[in-house]
């Protein structure tokens, strides 16, 4: 199976966002992977059209705590 340089990129950036937010919340990196990509900001990754994947690990990874605390605080206002 061939892979696109765009989507090894977003594979390893995917990796590298996994384990900053495993370390950060103290979680197993599996966990974190599976949270990330189902998160809007893991989808946006693999979304060409975003440019997401310009972008570097620790980046990506704030914009994934920033829509998370998003909906945090969406939940407490309901």
């Known amino acids: 199976m061939v892979v696109s340089k765009y989507e090894y990129t977003m594979q390893l950036l995917a990796a590298m966002v996994s384990e900053n937010i495993a370390k950060r919340q103290r979680i197993s990196r599996e966990k974190a992977f599976f949270r990330f990509m189902r998160s809007k900001?893991?989808?946006?990754l693999f979304d060409e059209?975003?440019?997401?994947?310009?972008?570097?690990?620790?980046?990506?990874?704030?914009?994934?705590?920033r829509e998370i605390k998003g909906n945090h605080d969406d939940k407490r206002m309901q």
């Open 41 to 44: 900001t893991g989808q946006m």
């Open 49 to 65: 059209s975003t440019d997401m994947w310009m972008n570097g690990p620790d980046y990506i990874a704030d914009e994934y705590r």
